[in-house]
């Protein structure tokens, strides 16, 4: 039979244990592309697309993680802004000591143009895979490859008058994630 001190001392060092390898881990993601066209005659036009996705978690063990994910995405058609998409959810992976796979799932995703209708109700999971090059204890940097699938239930109007409209996108992008360890 356990005492309640042995149970006590027990769980100590379990969480003593526990602790030890545990920390906050700040991860902020960047993708950036820009394409020229050029067409036979007339003037050329250049398109841009930045994302950043910030992430916030802990390492719960050395390989054990849980946080969550703040995403704004923005794409410039020719120099005008063309879409805006910003997205958040929790996050659950694992870390090791260089490798780390994380999912992510979108509780609420919106898109559209800044000046039109825009894609509302967004979810779905999105999985980054990447590999991290410790530069000290506190920083590292890691190439990651993220693949995602969000869906979307509702159009809502310049108006404000929202209708019914699925509307699935899942693309596979790079991107550098910058890594703060505390």
């Known amino acids: 039979m356990i005492r309640h001190g042995s149970l006590l001392a027990l769980l100590m060092v379990v969480f003593v244990s526990f602790e030890a390898h ?9 993708y950036y592309a820009s394409t020229t066209t050029k067409p036979s005659s007339g003037a050329s036009s250049t398109s841009t697309a930045t994302y950043i996705h910030a992430r916030v978690g802990y390492r719960l063990t050395d ?5 969550g994910i703040y995403a704004t995405e923005k794409t410039n058609c020719g120099g005008t802004p063309c879409d805006e998409r910003t997205g958040y959810g929790p996050s659950i992976g694992l870390m090791s000591e260089n490798l780390y796979g ?3 799932y979108y509780v609420n995703v919106e898109d559209g143009s800044p000046s039109g209708s825009k894609r509302v109700e967004g979810t779905g999971p999105q999985i980054d895979l990447g ?21 979307w ?10 209708t ?3 509307h699935t996108e899942s693309n596979i992008f790079p991107m550098i994630a910058l890594f703060v360890m505390f």
């Open 63 to 67: 390989l054990i993680y849980v946080g």
């Open 131 to 151: 590999y991290y090059f410790k530069m000290n204890d506190t920083f590292g940097l890691a190439p990651q490859l993220t693949w995602r699938s969000i869906t």
């Open 22 to 30: 545990a920390q906050w881990v700040f991860s902020p993601a960047f």
């Open 102 to 104: 994380i999912l992510h």
């Open 153 to 162: 239930k509702k159009i809502k109007a310049v108006g404000g008058a929202e």
């Open 164 to 166: 019914e409209d699925k």
